[in-house]
């Protein structure tokens, strides 16, 4: 088992080569210049990668891009072996990323959120208050006077 250090350091490896060859070495117009890399993960015994990918369009661009990458896996695979330099070259597994769906389903739960507290907003505009402005109690200015009259008769007393 290698060290996650060395895992890490060779994701990173495989992250940029494979997207420096999708961008310049790969003539497939399936791939083109919307298909991003976006993660790479290396298991600990450096045996196989698996590579995140996004791409930008509709759903058939993105069973293009698929299909493309799969085509392309053996070069790509071949390009890290020569770049690594490790004793064996790790399989590549190409997986969609879903970080832009979650964020988009993310932006539209905030939106509907915010529009819920316009409503809140604007319901509570020319609203008052139940009771007074002020909910808190305050003592009676009587009351205090007479707290005052009895601290000083103990304090009398007690001399």
């Known amino acids: 088992m290698a060290d996650n250090a060395r895992a890490k350091r060779l994701a990173d490896l495989i992250r940029e080569v494979v997207a420096q060859k999708l961008q310049r070495g790969i003539k497939d117009p399936r791939l083109g210049s919307h298909v991003t890399i976006t993660d790479t993960r290396v298991t600990g015994d450096l045996r196989e990668a698996t590579v995140f990918y996004t791409v930008y369009g509709d759903d058939e661009e993105r069973a293009a891009a698929s299909a493309g990458l799969e085509s392309a896996k053996g070069i790509l695979r071949s390009e890290v072996g020569k770049a690594a330099g490790v004793k064996f070259t790790p399989t590549l597994t190409f997986v969609m990323d879903a970080l832009p769906d979650t964020a988009r ?32 109690r305050k003592p009676d200015e009587s009351e205090d006077e007479a707290e005052a009259v009895e601290a000083d008769e103990t304090d009398d007393t007690a001399k």
């Open 105 to 136: 389903n993310i932006e539209d739960l905030l939106d509907k959120a915010r529009q819920s507290d316009e409503k809140v907003r604007e319901a509570s505009a020319g609203a008052a208050y139940a009771g007074e402005a002020d909910p808190y």
